[in-house]
């Protein structure tokens, strides 16, 4: 196996795919990239047996096909400090030895059989497909994958829930606390299907989808979920089990509707939450006519704060606990200029919503369910 390629080429494609390496591999083996080098195509393989994750580079000059295992770690700390110059990567696919020269010097490092490498798991039947562009799936990602929960007894909670229709797809993700639900009128799929995906295929993807133009393909079966992008292709699999209805539990009837601009309020509650209780992080909202207070105490310390902003709000006076954590991660992954604050009253879940809508085949909808207020 012979070959010349670009240094940091190579490298911006080793540290796209080494995300997936665990650092306590079950195998050995999984602590290299599989490269398998066929006509001028280089294909780099990294795997965790739960998620796969191939990329394809493209060499011009080709002397020898082969494959073979390379140490993931030695390969790329080795590239981190090279300028941009060719390397000439040569393996000998019988011992098993790697030798990568370049003008000034080589190094040479041990590999490992390719046949040794687990084999790329393949869908057993394609049950729906869906294909949408990529800065779509890098939004709905982005808007989700801060709401998801960290639950070993509920691991359907653990990932983004793809709702998928003939009409529209929705992106859900919950810790049980606080629930976002995006949804994009303008991607369909084949049938009504559903999957979750899980954080690091997730966080794979995000990492690869701002370089990406072009749309990304999803198929599907029972277990595993294949997302195809140029020169990319991820294998996962997927989390077992029925996501909870989440359209149950968002309520209809918050008549209460409180709108304030959403960037003085997260640095509002940024501010305050300071002298809230470490434990709890409670602060309390308190909505009067056109006035919103945002206050926290932590008495173990004797240190309290409060803070006015003006708002659009007519009703009865309101006040109601929330998690000063929660409610800053939703307002900081809205976009827009103001909020739209909808309550019922202090004991049920608040929805928050974007007031400014940029497209109109986006819906996003938020959900923060409150904390009791203390004496």
Known sequence: MKFIVSSTELLSHLLSVGRVISNKNSMPILDNFLFRLAGNELSVTAS??????????????????????VPAKLLTESLRDFAEQPLTFIANTVTHSIE??????????????????????ALADVTATLSLPANILLDAINC????TADDELRPMMNGIYFDMGEESTSFVASDAHKLVDYTRKDVKADKVASFILSKKPANLLKNILGKITEPVKVELDSKNAVFTLPNYSLICRLIEGTYPAYRSVIPADNSRLVTVDRVDLLNCVRRVS?????????????????????SAQDLDFSVSAYERLNCQYTGEDLEIGFKSTFL??????????????KLADASRAGLILPVEKGDENVEILTLLMPMMIGA
């Open 144 to 147: 989700t994958l801060y709401a």
């Open 48 to 69: 965790d047996l739960e998620t796969t994750l191939d990329t394809v580079i493209t060499i011009d000059n080709v002397e020898e096909e082969g494959a073979i295992a």
């Open 328 to 341: 800053s991660d939703i307002l900081n992954n809205l976009t827009s200029v103001n909020v739209l604050i």
């Open 274 to 294: 300071v002298f809230s209780n470490q434990a709890s992080n409670l602060i309390k909202l308190k909505i009067a006519e056109n006035e919103l207070t945002v």
């Open 100 to 121: 990568i020269s370049w003008t000034g010097g080589k190094f040479n490092i041990p590999g490992s059989p390719a046949e040794d490498y687990p084999a790329k798991p």
